[in-house]
C-alpha cells in the first residue's frame, strides 16, 4: 500500500478511537524536511483548496524519518493530530512562532492518547504514545514503512518548523521491543529494562 495511503488510514483509525471521529480529515503530504529539523508539521492555515474551492490544512510527514520504530512514526502523526484539534477548537496551542507547545497543547495530547514531556527550548513538545495508544496501534496490524528519503543526498541546514515535532538526523533504531506474555501488550525502551504489566502483573519479555 502507498505510505500516503497507510498515513490517511491511520489518520482516519486514530481519529475514530481518539477524537470520536470530530476531525476533518487534512491533505497528508510527504514533503522532504528542507530545512526544518522535524519529523513532521501542521499547518496553521489551511493550504490547500480543492476546485471548489474547499480548503483544507495540511499534516506532513517527513520521509527522511520513516526508517523510525513504527509507533514512533504513528507517534508524529498524533501529535500533528492534536494541533489539528486545537485549531478546530480555536486553541491557540503554541506561540514563539509556533514553535514553543504551551498547557493547553499538553492537556489536549495527553487526552488525546499521548504522554508529554517538557522541554526548556520548546515547552510541552515532546510526546510519545501511551500504552494503550501502543496497543491499540498494534491493532491495526499495519507493517513497519519499508521505505525512507536517504538523508545522505542533497544538503539539509537545520531549523526549526511552526507547529512541528522536532526530529533530527535519523540513525539506526537503538530501541528494544518487549511484549506482555499475557495480554500482548507492546512497549519500546531505549536500553534494556524490566518492567511489569500493571494489568496481568507479569514481566515483559524482550523480543528485539
Known amino acids: 500500500m502507498p505510505i500516503v495511503n497507510v498515513l490517511e488510514l491511520l489518520f482516519d483509525k486514530i481519529n475514530e478511537k481518539f477524537f470520536n471521529s470530530e476531525l476533518l480529515r487534512p491533505v497528508i503530504t510527504l514533503s522532504e524536511e528542507g530545512r526544518r529539523s522535524v519529523y513532521g508539521w501542521f499547518t496553521v492555515d489551511k493550504v490547500w483548496m480543492d476546485d471548489k474551492e474547499v480548503r483544507y490544512h495540511e499534516i506532513n510527514i517527513c520521509p527522511e524519518y520513516l526508517n523510525r520504530p513504527f ?27 509556533g514553535r514553543y507547545h504551551n498547557k493547553k497543547f499538553k492537556l489536549c495530547a495527553e487526552k488525546h492518547g499521548l504522554n508529554v514531556t517538557k522541554t526548556e527550548k520548546y515547552g510541552y513538545a515532546d510526546t510519545a504514545l501511551k500504552p494503550e495508544t501502543i496497543k491499540f496501534i498494534s491493532t491495526l496490524k499495519l507493517e513497519s514503512f519499508e521505505l525512507f528519503r536517504n538523508l545522505n543526498f542533497g544538503n539539509n541546514e537545520e531549523d526549526t518548523d511552526a507547529e512541528g515535532e522536532q526530529g533530527g538526523s535519523p540513525k539506526p533504531s537503538s530501541t ?33
Request: glycine content about 4%.
Open 176 to 208: 528494544r521491543k518487549y511484549v506482555c506474555p499475557k495480554c500482548d501488550l507492546p512497549i519500546r525502551a531505549t536500553k534494556d529494562v524490566r518492567v511489569r504489566c500493571e494489568k496481568c502483573d507479569v514481566l515483559f519479555v524482550k523480543q528485539s
Open 71 to 97: 509507533e514512533d512514526v504513528c507517534g508524529t502523526l498524533l501529535h500533528e493530530m492534536v494541533h489539528l484539534k486545537c485549531s478546530q477548537d480555536g486553541i491557540q496551542d503554541c506561540s514563539n512562532g
